[in-house]
């Protein structure tokens, strides 16, 4: 895979999780990259793991909602490192999300519709309109945006999540049509169940849940935030320089199965495994 020696990386969310590694996948292979992230402690840990391993980066302490924060954003990879080729906008966090998104059209609050939209929707419409004039100027860039296999498929009750991530295949297509011509490629990853910092502590509690998880999946396992930064640099790579406006699913095969088959499959697991504490089981019970 080529390296990318001399460019300059924003990933935003880059503290913990997919974005955490991305942006530590990007500075091993000579990206200066830089870190734009609400968690200042975890991010500056990520910093500094990325500065002893002779890598470079930094931290941008930007909440994503916030327009004027995007662009700040984008100015400070300018002015620290002198531009931005690469913006991979993954910030979102379900396990540490202020809001709760969860909710149909008639529970969920409009506050949280428009803190969902603002974080997984709005702010990659503005880091694109604020770093693609610099693209422009180069005739080269990558964009990509973090969508989910819920971009395709629907759990109930989950209108903001889903509405939100299903755009992002939509906002992705169309500008990498927008800006084909200058050479600025745009493509989504849909990533299926992966095992974040804060996903392990949750199965930590729970390991016979993780264990269901993971039957779920054709290959018998959930995915690793590795998984999806080493998609995300293949995209971003001169072996990917065709693809453009494409929206990559990593999910281990799990959207690609019969759901009614795949419902007898699950169905027969817990009967055959009855210790086994089915995730958010109590939730569905009372419906
Ligand atoms: N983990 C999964 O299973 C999974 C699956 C599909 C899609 N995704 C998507 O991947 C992306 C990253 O998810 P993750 O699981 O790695 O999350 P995570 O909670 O592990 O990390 C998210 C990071 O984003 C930061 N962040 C959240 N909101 C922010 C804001 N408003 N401003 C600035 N920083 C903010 C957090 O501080 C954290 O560092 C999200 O877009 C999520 O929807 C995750």
Redesign the pocket.
Known sequence: MSSFESQVVIV?????????ATARRFAKEGAKVLI????EE??TKNVNLILSQGGIAAFSH????KSEDVNRMVQEAIRQFGGVDVLVQ????????ENNIHGSAVTVKEESWDYGMD??LKALYLGAKHCIPHMQRKQFGNIIN?A???SFLQEPNMLVYETA?AAVVGLTRQMAVDFGPDNIRVNAIA????V????QKVWTQNPSGLQFFENQYPLRKTGV?DDIADGIAFLCSEQASFITGHTLVIDGGLSIQLQEKFGIQQGVFARKHPEVQIPDAAYYEEK
Do not use: R, W, Y
């Open positions: 935003t969310g880059g503290a913990l999780g997919i974005g955490g734009a992230d609400f968690n975890a991010a930007i909440d994503i909602s993954n910030a979102f966090s379900v396990v540490a999300g974080v997984m973090i989910s296999v819920h991530k990533p299926g169940h992966i974040t910092e804060g996903l935030p």
